[in-house]
């Protein structure tokens, strides 16, 4: 089975900070995904990167930015986290693009 | 615009009972069309994918159609059971200009009651 992995399942972090996102796969996934997902809004692509070390800008991508080093991880971070930032979090891999995502289960970050 | 919009937005029903979930969407080019199950606090899981060419594709009490004519999709799920209860989302890819987007609907939040 896929195994998607995200490093917390809940986070508070206070304004301003630099906040570290990570998410690993374990399925030699070439693609890996970050949305984030708000009440009544569904999910929203922040990045998403088709290969180490490429990273292709989602439909929200202000205020983060992404690390892909390694194939299994890729990892969202929060410049100066700002309070509406507070969010689920979801982290996906696929195969390739055509193929059926894998999801995390998610990290709740509160920004207080 | 792509848009993918999911009716009702929320549902109660009493377990052992039938329901079905609407999905109409405005996305092209179409490229394949994707119900996802999401329990609550958890990453949504895959049900089921359908095609153009696909009218019908079932996972257990999950039956999924598509209407490529009319771009409406339909999720039957048949004798409910508690475990059902969760958000149901609506997954759309397409594939313009060479690029592969996911265009996602808000879901359709499911109460089985006993």
């Known amino acids: 089975d896929v195994k998607v992995t995200q490093s917390s399942r809940y986070l508070v972090k206070r304004t301003g900070e630099k906040v570290f996102l990570e998410c690993v796969q374990d399925?030699?996934?070439?693609?890996m995904f970050w949305y984030r997902q708000d009440p009544g809004l569904g999910l929203r692509l922040i990045y998403f990167s088709y290969d180490v070390k490429m990273k292709e800008k989602g439909d929200i991508p202000e205020g983060y930015s992404v690390s892909r080093e390694k194939k299994e991880r890729f990892s969202l971070i929060l410049e100066s986290a700002s309070t509406n930032q507070t969010s689920m979090y979801l982290c996906?891999?696929?195969?390739?693009?055509?193929?059926?995502?894998?999801f995390g289960p998610g990290t709740r970050l509160t920004v207080t | 615009k792509n848009q993918v919009e999911q009716s009702p937005q929320s549902l109660i029903i009493l377990e052992g009972k039938n329901c079905t979930l609407q999905?109409?969407?405005?996305?092209?080019?179409?490229?394949?069309l994707r119900w996802y199950k999401q329990d609550t606090g958890r990453g949504p899981v895959s049900l089921t994918i359908m095609t153009f060419s696909e009218n019908t594709k079932s996972n257990g009490r999950y039956t999924a159609t598509l209407d490529a004519d009319t771009k409406q999709s339909s999720l039957h799920i048949t004798a409910s059971q508690l475990s059902d209860s969760a958000s149901y989302i609506c997954v759309v890819s397409s594939t313009p200009s060479g690029t592969y987007k996911y265009i996602f609907g808000t879901g359709t939040r499911l109460k089985v009651l006993a």
């Open positions: 399925m030699d996934h070439e693609n």
């Open positions: 996906a891999s696929s195969f390739s693009k055509a193929y059926e995502q894998y």
């Open positions: 999905c109409n969407y405005t996305v092209s080019p179409f490229s394949n």
